[in-house]
């Protein structure tokens, strides 16, 4: 339990950076979801927009720090390989 008032600020602040992060993230894994079942689902117009939509959320993402900026290319390359292979 913190006793200084700064601490007392820290945490604060650490509980609205994780969830705003926690939020971040969430939408990524909810493009991603979205991206993966059009790929199975064999629509490629569709998972080309969703591929275009994830990698600029990815990269959003990224620039705010929520996850490093080296996995969101790993992901994106991967997701573009997913979507390739559908032609």
């Known amino acids: 339990m913190p006793h200084s008032k700064s601490a007392k600020k820290r945490v604060r602040q650490n509980t609205k950076r994780r969830l705003r992060n926690r939020r971040r993230k969430a939408a ?7 991206l993966d079942e059009a790929v199975h689902a064999g629509k490629r117009k569709q998972a080309a ?5 994830a990698c600029r959320l990815l ?6 720090g929520a996850i490093h900026k ?17 032609k």
């Open 28 to 34: 990524v894994k909810g493009t991603v979801r979205a």
């Open 49 to 53: 927009s969703q591929l275009k939509q």
């Open 59 to 64: 990269d959003k993402t990224a620039a705010k």
């Open 70 to 86: 080296r996995t969101a290319a790993r992901k994106k390359s991967r997701l573009a390989a997913k979507v390739n292979k559908m």
